[in-house]
């Protein structure tokens, strides 16, 4: 049942902390999971990925996620670099932060095998937090294209990871892009 994910994003963006709530969410719904980053030049605005696995049984792993069985893009800019879809599983998820729907996308994701779903996160993260921070968006998005985790256990992870007045803030956000993202097809 394995399930690992490869998140793309710049420093700043909050794609590591996304790959750890994540985590932290699947091991309050019962599963193993771990999440690690892999860093390039420590800087805001530098690419970034973070990786999380999730499974049924004890992982040991830690090395980098090669196939995933989903991409979650937090900068829209990154989406035309081929290594994003890199080993892509067939039927994985492509979830990209974008005001474009997935259709508008496709045309830039030639690989017809993926599912594609889109969100405007930044927009969402600006409306509430008034800076582009899109991680718990991003998770959201994640959570309602895959139905991995259900959404309670991820507001229980974020409410574990922040205090109260960036808590309440973020799981507004997970909410509303739970509730917007658009998956092409659908």
Excluded: C
């Amino acid at each position: 049942m394995r399930f690992e994910i490869r998140w793309h994003g710049r420093g700043g963006q909050g794609a590591v902390t996304a790959a750890e709530i994540t985590a932290m969410a699947a091991v309050k719904y019962g599963y193993y999971a771990v999440a690690f980053p892999e860093f390039g030049a420590e800087r805001r605005g530098a690419p970034v990925k973070a990786y999380t696995r999730i499974d049924k049984e004890v992982i040991y792993e830690h090395t980098p996620v090669e196939a995933p069985d989903a991409v979650v893009v937090l900068d829209p800019s990154m989406i035309k670099s081929p290594s994003i879809t890199a080993g892509l599983k067939e039927r994985g998820y492509l979830i990209v932060n974008s005001k474009k729907k997935p259709s508008e996308l496709r045309a830039i994701i030639s690989n017809e095998g993926i599912k594609l779903a889109t969100v405007d996160a930044t927009k969402i993260a600006m409306d509430v937090f008034s800076t582009p921070i899109v991680n718990t968006a991003m998770i959201g998005a994640f959570i309602a294209v895959t139905k991995l985790i259900p959404l309670d256990y991820v507001i229980e992870a974020i409410r574990d990871k922040f205090p109260e007045r960036l808590a309440n803030p973020n799981v507004l956000i997970l909410k509303q892009a739970h509730d917007s993202v658009e998956v092409e097809g659908e």
